[in-house]
Structures are given as structure tokens and as C-alpha cells.
């Protein structure tokens, strides 16, 4: 292994962009790409990172989980597709989805089916369904779910 030393001044401006919001190893890799570090040298700022606590992809992967399913609202779906493009492990992927409530999810999900339909202006019931399937699809629900949701929420059923 390449033992060069890590210029200081990498190591700050890594420290700062690590404490400023949990990062994956893959936003460190590619910041320091960005940044035109040698593979060798971002091997072991990578090590240093992990070593240091500054960088933990499970750490990470709860921590997105939690933050685009409470925040922005995803489904499962969009926040494993974008997990898996930061190259966190399947196993880690999942104990951050263990960060999801099933009862909170089904009522986010309702939640946002709800609020959908009063800005749709569809009268077609059909046409109506689609465009909400379509909308909840799009923020990664599951298409199951989905439908169950929206025959519940036609029969007047309300989950919150």
C-alpha cells in the first residue's frame, strides 16, 4: 500500500464536508475525484475517514432512509434505487430500511394520495386512478400498496 502522506489540507476540507451531512465512502470517493486526488491517496483518506468515524455506510444508509422517507416523502423503491447508486451493500440497505414504520408508511402513503387527489382534476374515475398511481409510483411506493390505498381511500376509509 501507498503510505504517502495525506496533505492536511485535504483532510480539512473532507472533515468539513463529512461533519456538514452523513456522507456514503461513494460521495467521499467522488468528491475527492472531483477534486483530482490520486486513486492511491483516496484509498487512504478513505481508511483515514473510515477510521475516524467520519465515514460509516450503515451509519449512512439509516440515516438516508430516514431523512428522504420523513422529509421528502419516498417510497422504498425510490430510496433503495438511490442507495444502490451510492453502492451501499444490500445488507446495509436493509437495516436502513428498517428505519420505516410499516403503520407510518401506509399512512404516508395515504397521506400523499389524498392530498394528490384534491389537486387532480380529472373526473374520469379511471383516468383519476392512474394519475395517482403514476404519482405514487414516481415517489417509489409499491404498486400493491398502492391500489389497497386507493380502494380504501374510495370507500371512505380514512388511515390517519
Known sequence: MNTEKIPDWILKKMYRYCAYQERSQYDVMTKLREMSVSHSLTEQVLNHLREENFIND???????????????????????????????????????????DEEEY??????ILRKKNTMIRE??????????????????????????LIQEMEKGQDLT
Open 58 to 100: 450503515e451509519r449512512f444508509a439509516k440515516a438516508f432512509v430516514r431523512g428522504k422517507f420523513n422529509y421528502k416523502s419516498w417510497g422504498r423503491n425510490k430510496i433503495r434505487f438511490e442507495l444502490k447508486k451510492k453502492q451501499i451493500p444490500d445488507f446495509l440497505i436493509e437495516k436502513g430500511m428498517n428505519e420505516i
Open 106 to 111: 401506509r399512512q404516508m402513503l395515504f397521506r
Open 123 to 148: 373526473k374520469d374515475i379511471r383516468k383519476r386512478r392512474e394519475k395517482l398511481v403514476n404519482f405514487a409510483r414516481s415517489k417509489g411506493y409499491e404498486q400493491g400498496l398502492i391500489w389497497q
